[in-house]
């Protein structure tokens, strides 16, 4: 579960916030990337990264959310129905764990990232949860610092592509389109429905839209960034003890609100006391320089040790190894 929402006129920047929804702890840390690093496989895509990033990661094996010095963004969510298909050897592969990753590392815009999924016709390649053993079932969105958005989900083996600034919200289940003609059942979207309350997701997708459409004009950075967070809380799912009809409901364990035009990244635990953000332009992200980890599970992240500004807090490390086998 999850969702996501773009504010694409927040006093002259554009904003995205997400919600990261699940039934278990994934461990997630904060990533510095630099420009320069070779990712890929044997049987896969390889590359060398483009642009630097920053990312916050699940297991330290997946980025799962995360912006580059481009403005480029990327959010990873669940969907039920995805389906990667076969492997076909013809066509390129892309593992899993690093499909946002690579849109991250080689493209600018959004625009240019459609083009290259359409043109490549690439091929999602699953790689297993590590805590289930089972390949996660996702979908992605991307933005960018113009305002412009794309919803990418693969149905029956193939990339299905909803691409336009007026693409501003994504949840879950069931898949994009059939959540366009739902919205259309709502108040002030073309139908007589009350604006609806449950967690369910074309419930979340109806509010997302509503609430990100109704925020005042900003007169600061920080009063923007409180406007984006305030949509995903209205959006988020409470702790709760699961229902036995639904024993892998989620609840929203972190959030983010990324600045594209300013590129500012704004991280939120909901186990953790205090909001953490990162600066793009204050870390080093030129090729040959170090990547950067923010320990967000240690003792000093829940003894509230970081807060605000920790752009110069990452520790030096190796490059994220992402996992890439099945």
């Given at each position: 579960m999850c969702t996501r929402a773009v504010w694409a006129d927040a006093a002259g920047s554009v904003l995205v916030g997400r919600n990261m929804d699940f039934h278990e702890d994934l461990?997630?840390?904060l990533w510095s990337l630099p420009r320069g690093i070779e990712r890929g496989d044997e049987g896969s895509l390889t590359w060398t990264a483009k642009y630097g990033s920053v990312v916050a990661a699940c297991f330290d094996m997946m980025s799962a959310d995360g912006i580059n010095e481009a403005g480029l963004a990327g959010h990873i969510l669940w969907l039920a129905e995805a389906d990667y298909g076969t492997r076909d050897e013809s066509r390129p592969g892309l593992p899993l764990s690093l499909w946002m990753q690579y849109f991250l590392d080689n493209f600018e815009t959004v625009a240019d990232a459609v083009a290259w999924v359409e043109?490549?016709?690439v091929q999602l390649i699953p790689v297993n949860n590590p805590s289930d053993g089972q390949p996660p079932a996702l979908h992605l969105a991307l933005d960018d610092?113009?305002?412009?958005?794309?919803?990418i989900e693969y149905v029956d083996g193939e990339a299905k592509v909803w691409h336009s600034?007026?693409?501003k919200v994504m949840?879950?289940?069931p898949t994009f389109d059939q959540q366009l003609e739902l919205i259309r059942d709502v108040e002030g979207f073309g139908g007589d429905k009350p604006l609806p309350g449950t967690n369910d997701a074309p419930d979340r997708f109806a509010r997302a839209s509503y609430y990100v459409d109704s925020l005042p004009e900003p007169k600061s950075q920080v009063e923007a960034i409180a406007g984006m967070f305030s949509v995903m809380r209205?959006?988020?799912q409470p702790f709760r003890v699961p229902d036995p009809d639904k024993p892998f409901a989620s609840q929203?364990?972190?959030q983010t609100v990324t600045d594209l035009t300013r590129k500012r990244y704004v991280f939120e635990s909901t186990t953790r006391p205090n909001i953490?953000?990162?600066d793009l332009d204050a870390l080093d992200l030129s090729e040959g320089a170090s990547s950067g980890r923010l320990d967000l599970v240690g003792d000093k992240a829940l003894e509230g040790g970081l807060a605000g500004n920790v752009s110069s807090r990452f520790e030096p490390t190796e490059p994220l190894k992402f996992l890439t086998k099945v």
């Open positions: 461990m997630t840390n043109e490549s016709k610092a113009s305002g412009d958005s794309a919803i600034p007026d693409y949840t879950n289940s209205n959006a988020a929203t364990i972190w953490v953000w990162v």
